[in-house]
């Protein structure tokens, strides 16, 4: 894959990253409001589908979506913190 499109699905994960975090301060001081909650579920359902996305076509980002086997194998690709994009 090019390192356009990893950056760019790296730049989604963290815009819905924080969409979820801001929802999450929300539902902190409205935690009846439904609409919050169902936004936020959609929302989380995204992010996880991203990641999972994110972790086939360029390697994991965090350690439990690793493959581990019989040795650690972390990725062999750049982490995303190391300037990649």
């Given amino acids: 894959m090019a390192k356009k ?3 760019a699905a790296l730049y989604e994960i963290s815009m819905v990253d924080f969409l979820l975090t801001d929802m999450m301060l ?3 001081t409205h935690p009846n ?5 169902d ?3 959609h929302y989380a359902k995204i992010l996880k589908e991203l990641r999972e996305d994110f972790a086939v076509n360029y390697g994991p980002l965090f350690a439990e979506q ?6 650690w194998e972390w ?7 190391e300037g990649v994009c």
Avoid: F, V
């Fill in 5 to 7: 499109d990893r950056c």
């Fill in 26 to 28: 929300y539902l902190d």
């Fill in 33 to 37: 409001d439904k609409n919050a909650l």
């Fill in 39 to 41: 936004y936020y579920h």
């Fill in 66 to 71: 690793s493959n581990c086997g019989k040795t």
């Fill in 75 to 81: 990725s062999c690709e750049p982490n995303a913190w």
